[in-house]
């Protein structure tokens, strides 16, 4: 078995002798109730705002467990003091890979409206607080460990499970976009990505489009505009009543129709002289099916139109970012699997539904046509939020189900 996507550390990379970090320390039910919540603990304890975006000590955390654990360990450098961590458990067979995937780095956060230290990883009242506690310390801590415990287990798996721990997500997506260059990837066929879903089955999330608008127009004297091409008369016409989607558009089930939104904007100098630059941001939220280059086309003509009827000026349409939306469908053998461990693991039926946030699955799962599954311990109402807080039993359910889960999918007796 060869561990594909291995690099060799970057020499800021100092991975602890073997043997530091304690081992599994009990088991029950073949998952380690202790350690997902312990580990949860340690990630939280290790900072990894972003921005500024430095993961290396959540990378560490993570990926010193995880050889302390006995499971493959590699890393990918993105950029100084920020790497991706891979661990493998390597499947008996040639069945394809099934991809764990979740994010090092967390949002930022202050002492400011806590009640407990946003780094400490206290327990307090079946909860443990703290920033990247649901988003999503807790849900990578879950992934790992079930990892450990399907290996502890000696579970013949026909085929790879992987953890990507990527760097990034919060910004730009930087560690999920670096992967997807790598052959990491490659030979998977599922994927699951740990954001918090406060253990529902998410099946589907939407994508977003920032698109930016610049209006020139040209300066006059304040009194005598007519001299003048008022950029932000053009601006206001385009964004008054901006439709980006063809009428008769047809919602995506679990998530709705598409939205836009205009967010910033900012124009003109002075009280009395015409602004001839005028730049708005538009934050355009799209479901799957969504055409992106219908939007952009949409957008383009209607700028035409609002700089034809202000002689003189001209607006610009430029894509700042695009994140996919993805969508899986409820019959795929990955829910289907999904659900069927909801039932017997967290004992009822869980919904299938839908989430407002997009992800790393952004990136990854539609160059691969992944079918993809959201499922995580913690609520989306504490996500980038003070008091983040998660669930211990959260934490062990959910550590319980992504090591069941693997099994079911395969098609393994347990
Ligand atoms: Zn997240």
Redesign the pocket.
Known sequence: MTVRGTVRAPSWWNLAPLGVVAGLSRTEGGVVEHDVVALTQRLVRAASMNPPGVEEAAGLVLAEQARAWGLQVSVQEVAERRANVIVRLPGAGTAPTLVYC??L??VPADSRGWDEDPLGGVIRDGYLWGRGA???KG?LAAMLTSLAALRQADVALPGDVVLAAVVG??VDCAGSRHLDGTDVLDGAEWLVVG??TDLDLVIAHKGAIRVQLVAHGKAAHGAIPELGANAVVAMSDLIAGLRVFPEGTVPYPLLGLPSVSVNTIEGGTAINVVPDLCRAVVDIRTVPGTDENEVLATIQAAADRAAAKVPGTDIEVSVMHVRAPVGTAADAPLIRAAEETAVRVLGSSRPARGAA?F??ASVLAPPRRLPTLLFGPGQEKY?HQPNERVSTTALQEAAAFLAALPRTLYGVAR
């Open positions: 979740g994010h780095d967390t649901v988003d999503m849900g997500e919060e954001e918090p946030y992800s790393d996500m």
